[in-house]
C-alpha cells in the first residue's frame, strides 16, 4: 500500500527558496520507490491542479514545465523513499497547494506531468510566497 506525505511547505518570501518533500510512508516491502515515478503539482487558488515537475523510476531523469524549468530542481533518495522538490528564486506565482503523485512506468520511461497518468496522491502542502 503507498501513502504519501508531503512536507516542507510554509510561509516565505519571494526571491528565497523552499525544499518540498514527498516521503512513502507506506508499506516499505511493497513495490520499490526507485521503480515508481514521482510527479509535483501545483493548484493555485481558484484552479485546476497542474503538473509542474516530475522524476522518474530508476534512472532520475526529471521533467519540468516550462514556466518553472530554471528554478524547480528534482532530486530522489530511494533510501528514504523520499523525493524532495527544490524550488529556488520563489515569486508570488508560485503559492499554492503541492501535491505529490505516483506514476507507474516501464523502465527509464519518460515521466508525465499528466494528472490521470498518476494513481495515488498526498495530502498537499501549502506553500504561500508573499513580502
Known amino acids: 500500500q503507498l501513502q504519501l506525505v508531503e512536507s516542507g511547505g510554509g510561509l516565505a518570501q519571494p526571491g528565497g527558496a523552499l525544499s518540498l518533500s514527498c516521503t512513502d510512508s507506506?508499506?516499505?516491502?511493497?513495490?520499490?520507490?526507485?521503480?515508481?515515478?514521482i510527479g509535483w503539482f501545483r493548484q493555485a487558488p481558484g484552479k485546476e491542479p497542474v503538473g509542474v515537475a516530475c522524476i522518474s523510476n530508476l534512472s532520475g531523469r526529471t521533467l519540468s514545465a516550462d514556466s518553472v524549468k530554471d528554478r524547480f530542481t528534482l532530486s530522489r533518495n530511494s533510501g528514504k523513499r523520499t523525493v524532495t522538490l527544490r524550488v529556488d528564486m520563489l515569486k508570488p506565482e508560485d503559492t499554492g497547494v503541492y501535491f505529490c503523485?505516483?506514476?507507474?512506468?516501464?523502465?527509464?520511461?519518460?515521466?508525465?506531468?499528466?494528472?490521470?497518468?498518476?494513481?495515488?496522491w498526498g495530502q498537499g502542502t501549502q506553500v504561500t510566497i508573499s513580502s
Open positions: 507506506g508499506n516499505p516491502f511493497g513495490t520499490r520507490f526507485e521503480e515508481l515515478a
Open positions: 503523485a505516483a506514476q507507474s512506468l516501464p523502465n527509464h520511461a519518460p515521466c508525465t506531468l499528466l494528472r490521470t497518468d498518476y494513481f495515488s
